[in-house]
């Protein structure tokens, strides 16, 4: 335990040592530690994957949906089809923001046949608290963040619940799911179709293998 205790003082000193330029100290720590909470989450990832094995399609079109970016445009999600769409609830002071980095690769990926949309929301222990151009800077700044953001919005359950996410998480209208996200960065995968095949929690990476096989899938 003393080892232990002496190896996390020496990150964390580390960490404060190399405080990144637009990260607060806590916002350096949690990208730092990144790498061990996935390592040490990830069998318990795999096993709370949820995928549409039926193929059920939805009740309500998924591209009826409409949501303002985080510009305060009018973003149209007619405009998605023909392409798998990665849904990501997203927050700056979380201990997988990291995954920023990750998503950001998988945009570049496979720009010609995924979008990613991410989804700024401080339902989670209030860890997105700045307003939607602090999210804008952050993101830029510190991952590069070039896929497209919503407005900031509620993601669980109830009365204030974004549109988008309540098609996501009632079977009722999607067709099978009725799984809302149980923290930041969990992901729901649509396909070419607008059928909702796939639920990642936050523990599973985006670049995750099981994630790819999704997105490669026909």
């Given at each position: ?36 909470i996935m390592w040490s989450s990830k ?57 920023y980095e990750a998503l950001e690769k ?69 067709g099978w799911c009725h799984q809302e ?38």
């Amino acid at each position: 335990m003393i080892k232990i205790a002496i190896a996390l003082g020496v990150l964390v000193t580390a960490t404060l040592l190399m405080k990144k330029t637009g990260m607060s100290y806590r916002q350096s720590i949690l990208k730092t530690m990144y790498p061990a909470i996935m390592w040490s989450s990830k069998a318990a990832g795999k096993k709370q994957i949820q995928s549409n094995k039926e193929n059920v399609a939805p009740l309500v079109s998924f591209y009826t949906l409409h949501m303002k970016d985080i510009n305060g445009n009018d973003f149209n999600f007619e405009n998605l089809k023909g392409k798998k769409v990665l849904i990501v609830n997203t927050a700056s002071n979380c201990g997988f923001t990291a995954q920023y980095e990750a998503l950001e690769k998988l945009s570049i990926q496979y720009r010609d046949k995924l979008v990613i949309l991410g989804f700024p929301s401080n339902d989670f222990k209030e860890q997105e608290a700045g307003d939607n151009q602090n999210i804008v800077n952050f993101c830029k700044k510190n991952y590069g963040v070039s896929f497209p953001l919503m407005e900031k919005s509620s993601v669980i359950k109830g009365h204030n619940q974004n549109d988008v996410h309540k098609w996501l998480s009632d079977m009722t209208i999607n067709g099978w799911c009725h799984q809302e996200p149980a923290w930041n960065f969990c992901k729901y995968l649509v396909n070419e179709n607008g059928i909702l095949t796939h639920y990642f929690p936050m523990i599973v990476d985006p670049l995750a293998p099981e994630v790819i096989a999704a997105i490669d899938s026909k």
